[in-house]
């Protein structure tokens, strides 16, 4: 096969690749959208709950002047998206327009069922939750559900060190605080913020919670044995750093791993039973990039 003939072809799987991935994204941005419009219109809405964002100035709104939820937050979100296209181009608002008009869709036609409880602490959990499963796939699908989440992307941007969930707390504090004052009733203002507490929780457990591992050093008269068990027995890749013990002044080596939390006990007990008098140092670690977690080129959520 020619040289020229190959390319072509190359550039075809490529294409065609390119065309799958477009067709899943605006596959789970659709299931998404249902999703997240479920939280708003069976739990949500009809409990008076305001969850903060765009959408909860749309609930607020629907009181003050009767408009359907999904249209006010469909309308509400026009300059913001326009802003977006100017921030972000096209190509990254025309998914997210494509989420805006299936959200603000679903949410009217799912209104019409009703509310599938009428306990406000039940809706709160449940609508808290669903809100926060949605918007995490929209993200991860390469686009937002517009409104505020246009605004935090532009703040991570700038401020990478702040988790999603928590910009999302901040902002939509200031949507419940609103509603409390709208509707009146301090019970229900409190019902939303535990809404919006329990969705920025569960929005950084939908985001970051698969990449959450334990980042472990251990210091051991025992590097090599405890090495080898490390990468036989639990698969787990480790490096070797160079150090000196600070009192005696004797090199040693020091073994740093990461590992999934579940496997966080057995690699102790494993140290354990090699060198009881092993040093750990044992620490959290929220994201991680590299093989078996996040790609490293990937844009950060």
Known sequence: MRYRDRQMLSARYIMKQNNIRIIKNLLIIAVAAFIYAAGISLFLDPNNLAPGGVTGISVILNRLVGV????????????????????????????????????????????????????????????????????GLIFRAGATTGGTDIIIKILRQKYRYLKTGFLFQCTDMIIVAISGLVFRDLNIALYAMIAVLISGRALDYVLYGGDEAKLIYIITEKPDDIGKRLLTELEVGITYLHGAGGWTGREKQVILCVVRRTVGPRVQELVKAEDP???LIITSASEIYGEGYKNLFEESL
Request: aromatic fraction near 14%.
């Open 277 to 279: 008098e092993a040093f």
């Open 68 to 135: 359907d939820t999904g249209t006010l937050y469909f309308l509400l979100n026009i300059p913001i998206v326009l802003l977006g296209v100017w921030k972000f181009g096209w190509r990254f608002m025309g998914k997210t327009a494509y989420a805006v008009v299936l959200t603000s869709t679903f949410t009217n036609l799912l209104a019409g069922c009703g509310a599938a409880t009428d306990d406000p602490l039940l809706a709160a959990l449940a609508g808290s939750v669903l809100i926060a499963f949605g918007i």
